[in-house]
């Protein structure tokens, strides 16, 4: 069981709080905890008993630090000691929005790349300047510490670490739960997930992309597309654009990419083994594509989410 703890500090943000408690609360092979350094924490409009104190970060697998209000307010030494303690036994460590600045205090984002909601960007370069602060991101991966951007973007890091623990299927699912958007557009290209958006139940390309889904190894062109749905290219391209905000084509580099990623995980097929049962007619087409959706090269994505079982 993996053993989750997320600190709670006066003044925490209860959407930053929230976030990891549902995500890995309803993931199975997780331990959730919520630590605090006194039992009661002022969460601004109420207060909330904190069941776990600040021990309980000495033996967990990965501790998360939300935001607070006021992110510049001075942390308890006590409190940036236990997060000193659990980083120099190995643990992961993420922060939410906020809670980077958090993290910086501890001295744990010194030498190192790290994001923050991107209102307090310029205020966490200036306060440490040690800090590579990338305030274009919704989240950094340093491996053992990761940073996110604000709100919707601590779901993306919860999402990622999933992923990075058990694997996309597992992360499939928690999105699912969490119903939030699989395809964000803007900032890094996401390692997580993704199933690409289904069209409106009843729709009429609901069939068409059952059988895009089915033939993703095969070379199609938008005419092949076209002559199969029974539409002109012109109507084929409107309706795409009305239902799923994307083209035909679009959506097949996604969802061969998103089949690319599945076997980088569950396989060893090689690269070029993986391009062609996936529908891309070169090993270089696949590479640039897969790099372009996904923000990373195949090998370097099959490093970081293969499974134990296919090392």
Same mark, same amino acid.
């Given at each position: 069981m993996h053993t989750v703890a997320v600190l709670a500090l006066d003044q925490v943000v209860p959407f930053d709080l929230g976030t990891p408690l549902e995500v890995f609360g309803r993931t199975p092979g997780y331990?959730?905890?919520?630590?605090?350094?006194?039992p009661?924490?002022?969460?601004?409009?109420?207060?909330?008993s904190a069941p776990w104190g600040l021990d309980a970060l000495e033996d967990a697998d990965t501790v998360i630090v939300p935001?607070? =209000?006021? !992110? /510049?307010?001075?942390?308890?030494p006590v409190v940036l000691d236990a997060l000193r303690g659990a980083a120099a036994r190995g643990a992961r460590i993420a922060s939410i929005c906020s809670g980077t600045f958090?993290?910086?205090?501890?001295?744990?984002?010194d030498g190192l790349r790290a994001t923050t909601h991107w209102c307090a960007a310029d205020g966490l370069a200036r306060m440490y300047p040690a800090i590579s602060v990338d305030p274009d991101v919704l989240y950094v991966d340093n491996g053992q510490i990761l940073t996110s951007a604000g709100a919707a973007a601590g779901l993306d890091l919860c999402l990622h670490m999933i992923r990075r623990d058990l694997?996309?299927?597992?992360? =499939?699912? !928690? /999105?699912?739960f969490s119903v939030v958007p699989l395809e964000?557009?803007?900032?890094?290209?996401?390692?997580?997930?993704?199933?690409?958006?289904?069209?409106?139940?009843?729709?009429?390309?609901?069939?068409?992309?059952?059988w895009?889904?089915?033939?993703?190894?095969?070379?199609?062109?938008?005419?092949?597309?076209?002559?199969?749905?029974g539409m002109s290219t012109r109507t084929l391209l409107r309706r795409f654009?009305?239902?799923?905000?994307?083209?035909?084509?679009?959506?097949?580099?996604r969802t061969r990419i998103r089949q690319a990623q599945h076997l980088l995980e569950t396989t060893t097929e090689s690269v070029e083994r993986i391009a062609g049962l996936v529908g891309f007619g070169s090993p270089t087409a696949f590479r640039e594509r897969f790099k372009r959706i996904t923000g990373v090269s195949p090998n370097a994505y099959r490093r970081t989410f293969v499974r134990p079982a296919t090392r």
């Open positions: 331990q959730v905890r919520v630590c605090a350094a006194e009661q924490v002022d969460a601004g409009l109420f207060t909330i935001g607070t =209000a006021d !992110a /510049a307010k001075p942390v308890s958090i993290l910086a205090a501890a001295g744990l984002l694997g996309s299927e597992a992360a =499939a699912t !928690a /999105a699912r964000r557009e803007g900032g890094q290209a996401q390692f997580i997930p993704h199933e690409l958006p289904p069209a409106p139940q009843g729709s009429t390309l609901e069939p068409l992309l059952d895009l889904q089915a033939n993703t190894g095969r070379d199609l062109t938008l005419a092949d597309i076209a002559r199969h749905s654009r009305e239902q799923l905000g994307s083209t035909p084509l679009q959506w097949l580099h």
